[in-house]
C-alpha cells in the first residue's frame, strides 16, 4: 500500500483518510491517478481537485454517506457508485449497527483489494456491466440458527460470497484456530477468492492453461471429490516443499488461489515498506548479502519477479526479528521452496501480459 501526500499543506495521508488532519480539506480517492486528493466544494455536492480549478467536477461515492468509502466518480457519471462499490451485489442489512460495523471492516479491505487490482491493471467491472465475465460481492449475514445451514465464504463464476461473520475479530479467530489458517483475515479472504475469479479470466482457455497444468496440476480432476479426500487425510507430510498452504494441496484451483492471495501479499507488503524507504542492513550479517536490502522500487513495476523476491526475505527476516522483540509470533513464519516460487513468478508473469 503507498502513502499519500496532501497536496494543499504536505501531510501525510493514509488511504481511508476522509479529511487532512492538518488543513482540514476533504479528501478523494481518484482512480485515474490512483491518489488520494484534497478537494475543493463547488456547488451542492461537487468538488474538484484542489489546485486544478479547471479539473473535472466530482461526486463522492454514494457510500461515503454511510462513512465506508472515500472514492471519488465523475460528476457526469450516472452510476452514484465507485468503481470498487459498483461491485457489491448485496451488502448486509444497515438497520443493525452490528452489522454496519462489519460492512465498514468488510468494505475496508475490498478497497484495498482493488487498489492492487487496479495498480496491477487487470480489468476490474462488475456483472451489471458484463453478467458473464463481471466480478461481483454478495455480502451476507446467517439468519439461520441451523449451523448446517451457514453461509459460506466463497466464489461461484465472478460472484464472491463473504459471509459478514468473518469481519468480527472474535469469530474469524475461532475460526482461524479451527482451521488452522494463519492468514485467515478479511483481505485474505478477498484475495483468494478474487484469485478463483481472475483464473477465470487469464488461464482458463488462454495461452497459459498448459503452463499452468504443468505447475499447479490438472484442474480437471473432480473438486469436490478432491476437496472430501483432502479433509478426510489431510495434506501429505511434505506438502511445504511443493505449497504455500496445506489447503493448495487439495486441489490444483485452490493451489492457485491460495498462491494468488500469497503472491498479493508480498506485493502489497513490499510496496508498503518501499513507501518508507526501509533499507535493510544487519550489523551481524555484513558478508550475507542475501538479508541486505534498500526497499525503494515498487514491486507493482517490476516484470523481474527475482528482483521481488530478493527484497522479500530481507523484509520477512526484519518483520520476524521485529516481532519477536515484542514477545509476538512470527508474521511470516513462512520458509517458500523452489516450486512455490516457480508458481508465483508464473502468476506475475501472467498478470505482467494482462495489463489493460
Given at each position: 500500500?503507498?502513502?499519500?501526500?496532501c497536496?494543499?499543506?504536505?501531510q501525510?495521508?493514509?488511504f481511508e483518510?476522509?479529511?487532512?488532519?492538518k488543513?482540514?480539506?476533504?479528501?478523494?480517492?481518484?482512480?485515474?491517478?490512483?491518489?488520494?486528493?484534497?478537494l475543493v466544494?463547488?456547488?451542492?455536492?461537487?468538488f474538484t481537485i484542489?489546485?486544478?480549478p479547471?479539473?473535472?467536477?466530482y461526486?463522492?461515492c454514494a457510500?461515503?454517506?454511510h462513512d465506508v468509502?472515500n472514492?471519488?466518480?465523475p460528476a457526469d457519471?450516472?452510476s452514484p457508485f465507485?468503481?470498487?462499490?459498483s461491485l457489491?451485489r448485496?451488502i448486509?442489512?444497515?438497520?443493525?449497527?452490528?452489522?454496519?460495523?462489519r460492512?465498514?471492516a468488510?468494505e475496508?479491505?475490498?478497497h484495498?483489494?482493488v487498489?492492487?487490482l487496479?495498480?496491477m491493471?487487470?480489468?476490474?467491472?462488475?456483472?451489471?456491466?458484463?453478467q458473464?465475465t463481471?466480478?461481483?460481492?454478495d455480502?451476507?449475514a446467517d439468519?439461520n440458527?441451523d449451523k448446517?445451514?451457514?453461509?459460506l465464504?466463497?466464489?461461484?463464476?465472478?460472484?464472491i460470497?463473504l459471509?459478514?461473520?468473518e469481519?468480527d475479530?472474535?469469530?474469524?479467530?475461532?475460526a482461524?484456530?479451527?482451521?488452522?489458517e494463519?492468514?485467515?483475515?478479511v483481505?485474505g479472504?478477498?484475495?483468494?477468492?478474487v484469485g478463483?475469479?481472475?483464473?477465470d479470466?487469464?488461464?482458463?482457455n488462454t495461452?497459459?492453461?498448459?503452463e499452468?497444468?504443468?505447475?499447479?496440476g490438472?484442474e480437471?480432476?473432480?473438486y469436490?471429490?478432491?476437496?472430501k479426500?483432502?479433509y478426510?487425510q489431510?495434506?501429505?507430510?511434505?506438502?511445504?516443499?511443493?505449497?504455500i498452504?496445506?489447503?493448495?494441496?487439495?486441489?490444483p484451483w485452490e493451489?492457485w488461489?491460495?498462491t494468488?492471495?500469497?503472491?498479493?501479499h508480498?506485493?502489497?507488503?513490499?510496496?508498503?515498506?518501499s513507501?518508507?524507504?526501509?533499507?535493510i542492513?544487519?550489523?551481524?550479517?555484513k558478508e550475507?548479502?542475501?538479508?541486505?536490502?534498500?526497499l525503494?522500487?515498487?514491486?507493482?513495476?517490476?516484470?523481474?519477479?527475482?528482483?521481488?523476491?530478493?527484497m522479500?526475505?530481507?523484509?520477512?527476516?526484519t518483520?520476524?526479528?521485529?516481532n519477536?522483540s515484542?514477545?509476538?509470533?512470527?508474521?511470516y513464519?513462512?520458509i517458500?521452496?523452489?516450486?512455490?516460487m516457480?508458481k508465483?513468478?508464473?502468476i506475475?508473469?501472467?498478470?505482467?501480459?494482462?495489463?489493460?
Open positions: 500500500m503507498k502513502l499519500f501526500k497536496n494543499h499543506c504536505g501525510t495521508l493514509f483518510n476522509n479529511v487532512c488532519e488543513c482540514k480539506y476533504p479528501l478523494g480517492f481518484e482512480i485515474q491517478e490512483l491518489k488520494l486528493l484534497p466544494k463547488q456547488e451542492e455536492e461537487l484542489y489546485n486544478k479547471k479539473s473535472t467536477q461526486k463522492y457510500n461515503h454517506a468509502c472514492w471519488l466518480v457519471n450516472d465507485c468503481v470498487a462499490c457489491n448485496t448486509p442489512d444497515l438497520s443493525k449497527p452490528s452489522y454496519v460495523e460492512w465498514k468488510i475496508v479491505a475490498k484495498r483489494l487498489f492492487s487496479l495498480q491493471k487487470l480489468p476490474v467491472f462488475s456483472k451489471a456491466v458484463d458473464e463481471g466480478l461481483s460481492f455480502f451476507v439468519e440458527e448446517s445451514k451457514r453461509i465464504t466463497g466464489h461461484a463464476n465472478g460472484l460470497t459471509n459478514i461473520a469481519a475479530d472474535i469469530e474469524r479467530e475461532m482461524r484456530k479451527a482451521m488452522d494463519l492468514y485467515r483475515t483481505l479472504h478477498f484475495r483468494h477468492e478463483h475469479y481472475y483464473w479470466r487469464l488461464i482458463d495461452e497459459h492453461l498448459e499452468f497444468r504443468q505447475l499447479f490438472d480437471q480432476e473432480d469436490g471429490e478432491a476437496l479426500k483432502h478426510a489431510g495434506p501429505p507430510a511434505d506438502w511445504n516443499q511443493h505449497y498452504s496445506a489447503y493448495a494441496t487439495s486441489h493451489d488461489a491460495e494468488w492471495a500469497h503472491y498479493l508480498i506485493m502489497d507488503t513490499l510496496q508498503t515498506a513507501a518508507f524507504r526501509l533499507s542492513h544487519p550489523e551481524v550479517a550475507a548479502d542475501h538479508l541486505e536490502a534498500d525503494t522500487e515498487d514491486p507493482y513495476k517490476l516484470s523481474d519477479f527475482t528482483t521481488i523476491m530478493n522479500w526475505l530481507p523484509l520477512t527476516f518483520m520476524n526479528s521485529l519477536r515484542m514477545g509476538l509470533h512470527d508474521p513464519p513462512f517458500i521452496y523452489p516450486e512455490v516457480q508465483m513468478a508464473f506475475h508473469r501472467v498478470c505482467d501480459r494482462a495489463k489493460s
